[in-house]
């Protein structure tokens, strides 16, 4: 009967990938998928990592399972790092946090639990968005609607747009934030407008879902967390998924967490015991080497000082390749503006290219970007950038 089941579509950023893998040409460059290179093009395990492994290796006395939610001990360094040590959240014991396999599996929890114990089954989400975001909430059952976000002409978010959108959202209704470095835009709210939102979200009932997969590249560890902890501040009930795939380079480990945030303890524990079950019978229990890692890194002085000085050396690299872009681009005078790619955060540029410009880069040239336009500015080197700007001023 398998004959009958009908050829999927390719993912549009892992499918990707899989392209690249069998494509032959020696001077192909990958900018689809979201994972930070080196100056040398390669992704490596940090520092802080191996020597979290090393100890891990020596003190580890069990690979028994862990509790539905995972360790507790995780749990809390997460909701140090979102909400900061002082904060409500984690002084009242207002969240409960589960480890997941990664920030789509937070985010699936996240749905699931949303489809089957929340009033609304509706999800808003900003346009455009992470091409995965859809996939998966709608797998879980929910609607998917878009506010607006994106002005394409000014490169630039358009803020009042995205409020006349939200304007149409009932109570009850998830929204779905990118806690920092928007994907693919790589726009971000400043504090000005998350407090709008905040208040927004609390007026009118909304129930806010972060999406918080970049924490400490687009200013810093502790200054990212800002949109999140100002919403914290006007919204009780929040739904927090976060990943730890990028900024501790662990994304084959599947290290992320979902967050529950209520009124109060009871509250939070009664509603997460439904998260549990939702997890109970999906993964029944997670993975605990990506989780153990992050655990000691976050909790050790020292470690948390060096990782933290790790992922600034990422950002400091990923921001000199957007100088380097539009510097090489003027270069090889290709026409217009593209400042606007310096000031957008995190690993992507969200560059305008066309579909068929797209299409071309990789037929041709053996450039890889995601449909949308968008390129990961974590892939581009020193070595690769002239290549790449080439291929560029061609099909523009
Ligand atoms: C991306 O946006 O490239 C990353 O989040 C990786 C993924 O799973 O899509």
């Given amino acids: 009967m398998f004959e009958q089941v009908t050829q999927a579509a390719a993912d549009p950023i892992l499918g990707l990938t899989e392209a690249f893998k069998k494509d032959e040409r020696s001077n192909k460059i990958n900018l689809g998928v979201g994972i930070y290179k080196n100056e040398a093009g390669q992704t490596p395990v940090l520092a802080t990592v191996k020597k979290a492994e090393a100890r891990l290796l020596d003190e580890e006395t069990s690979k ?7 360790s507790a001990e995780y749990g809390a360094a997460v909701q140090k790092l979102l909400f900061g040590q002082d904060s409500d959240v984690v002084t009242q014991q207002r969240a409960c946090t589960a480890q997941a396999p990664g920030g789509t599996g937070a985010l699936r929890t996240a749905a699931d639990f949303a489809v089957k114990h929340l009033p609304s089954n509706k999800i808003w989400v900003s346009n455009p968005t992470w091409a995965n975001h859809g996939n998966v909430f709608k797998t879980a059952g929910l609607e998917v609607v878009t506010y607006d976000y994106y002005n394409a002409e000014t490169k630039d978010m358009d803020f009042d747009a995205m409020l006349t959108s939200l304007a149409h959202a009932q109570a009850g209704d998830l929204v779905l934030f990118h806690g920092c470095c928007h994907n693919p835009t790589g726009i971000d709210p400043t504090l000005e407008q998350w407090e709008v939102l905040a208040k927004l979200c609390a007026e009118k009932g909304l129930l806010p879902l972060f999406d918080f ?7 810093g560890v502790e200054e990212d967390a800002q949109g999140l902890r100002i919403f914290a501040q006007h919204n009780t009930e929040l739904l927090v998924a976060n990943s730890f795939s990028k900024n501790f380079g662990l994304y084959n480990e599947r290290v992320g967490a979902v967050t529950l945030v209520a009124k109060d303890t009871a509250t939070a524990e009664q509603a997460f015991s439904q998260i549990k079950s939702g997890i109970r019978s999906n ?7 990506g989780a153990a890692i992050v655990t000691i890194i976050l909790n050790d002085a020292a470690l948390y000082a060096e990782w933290d000085k790790e992922v600034a050396d990422m950002r400091d690299r990923i921001q000199e390749m957007r100088e380097l872009f539009v510097a090489t681009l003027k270069d090889k005078g290709v026409a217009g503006d593209y ?4 000031r957008q955060n995190g690993m992507f540029s969200f560059s305008g290219l066309s579909p068929e410009q797209v299409a071309q880069l990789k037929d041709e040239h053996g450039v890889y970007i995601v449909g949308s336009g968008r390129i990961s500015v974590a892939g581009m080197t ?3 950038m002239d290549a790449l700007c080439t291929a560029i001023a061609a099909v523009v």
């Fill in 213 to 219: 997969a970049y924490q400490g590249f687009a200013k």
């Fill in 283 to 289: 993964y029944s229990n997670p993975p605990a080497h």
């Fill in 339 to 342: 400042s606007f790619i310096i």
């Fill in 382 to 384: 020193k070595s690769n």
């Fill in 64 to 70: 028994s399972y862990l509790t539905i939610q995972g």
